[in-house]
């Protein structure tokens, strides 16, 4: 296929149901009147991405251009917005209505009408996007700090919901903290806490332990072995247990031993979801009583997440460079889906205008 714009099209990959991906042309889309189009600079493949590919976007949506982790360049906008053409921006996908009980709470990323960029909108796997007016002034896009490429920018959507998440249980200094999973969610979980003064920083994961290392992390436990993860965890922390397990894997059983690795009156947080189909947990209750557990969810972020994580990154707290370990071109998006499903790459970033 020509990766040059010709006749108005534009190069994008296009979900039509599951295992169904498609590297389509389709014509670059107008301006609304109301908003913005911009050229998609990075999309990165999130794992929320690969796990719907396979097992269906929100709300039974199909034939959508999905990608929702997008840096972007304004080629064209409506007038009297705060954004012109020329500006780099950052997109997160979220939408909220502002309407609604939560919305009002200002709890948005809970909100019951919540809508998302690559699902209910066009996402980023594509070389345009237009941005409408809702999206704009619902959702969250910021300008992007000057200096950072594309790659990073994009990658700040991934860290928000983290930074937000341990903003949210107060990870303080001098905390000890267990991260149970190796991906790249995981990985930030671990620089993060290690920016926000924790004093030992340990993760359990399977596969991807030897990407990890390089993440400041004091202990990296192989769960392969539960009995010793747990014999060490207890050791690492004078046999009292972490001050705050995070649970960033998708996988139930995991949720399971991290109530029996955390210290009384300690925070359990379920970071991760788990499979749709098998959504049940077994936590062993008479723990959470008697140690005064809290078991606490984390799911996306306010409008402050997007911002706190680009200025983040552009602190040297959080280094993207660490993470990326793949840029593809569009076409190449499947070869993005397994590398990130099998754990080869960290994170997989999409360069819509790169040549094949
Ligand atoms: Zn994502
Ligand atoms: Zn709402």
Redesign the pocket.
């Known amino acids: 296929m020509s990766l040059s714009i010709h006749n108005g099209g534009m190069l994008c990959a296009v979900y039509h149901g599951p295992g169904r991906l498609d590297i389509e042309e389709r014509p670059i889309p107008e301006c609304p009147p109301d908003g913005l189009l911009a050229k998609v600079m990075a999309c990165g493949i999130c794992g929320s991405d690969v796990r719907n590919i396979f097992t269906g976007l929100k709300d039974g949506i199909t034939d959508q251009i999905i990608g929702h982790e997008i840096a972007g360049s304004v080629v064209e906008a409506a007038p009297g917005l705060r954004f012109k053409k020329g500006d780099a921006i950052a997109l997160a996908p979220d939408i909220?209505?502002?309407?609604?009980?939560?919305?009002?709470r200002g709890w948005?990323n809970?909100?019951?009408?919540?809508r998302m960029l690559g699902a209910h909108f066009p996402g980023g796997f594509a070389q345009y996007i237009a941005i409408p007016g809702e999206v704009l002034t619902r959702g969250f896009i910021e300008p992007i700090p000057p200096g950072m490429p594309w790659e990073h920018a994009a990658f700040a959507e991934t860290a928000a919901a983290v930074l937000t998440c341990q903003k949210r249980i107060g990870l303080n200094l001098g905390d000890r903290v267990l991260v149970m999973g190796d991906g790249p969610v995981g990985c930030l979980h671990a620089e993060a806490a290690r920016a926000r003064g924790a004093s030992l920083v340990m993760m359990a994961g399977l596969d991807r332990l030897a990407l990890a290392a390089s993440f400041g992390v004091d202990l990296l436990l192989d769960n392969r072995d539960p009995g010793t993860v747990r014999r060490r965890v207890m050791d690492a922390t004078g046999g009292v247990g972490a001050d705050a397990v995070i649970c960033a894997a998708p996988i139930a059983r995991v949720q399971e031993q991290a109530v029996e690795l955390t210290r009384k009156r300690g925070v359990v947080v379920l970071y991760g979801g788990v499979p749709k189909d098998a959504p049940m947990t077994s936590l062993n209750s008479n723990i959470i009583h008697y140690n005064e557990l809290s078991i606490v969810g984390a799911f996306s972020y306010p409008a402050t997440g997007l911002s706190d994580a680009l200025e983040a990154i552009a602190a040297g707290h959080i280094k993207p460079e660490r993470y990326i370990n793949m840029t593809l071109p569009l076409a190449k998006v499947w070869d993005g889906i397994e590398a990130a499903r099998t754990g080869k790459a960290l994170k997989v970033m999409l360069d819509p205008w790169a040549k094949e």
């Open positions: 909220n209505c502002g309407e609604c009980y939560y919305c009002k948005v809970l909100c019951s009408r919540h």
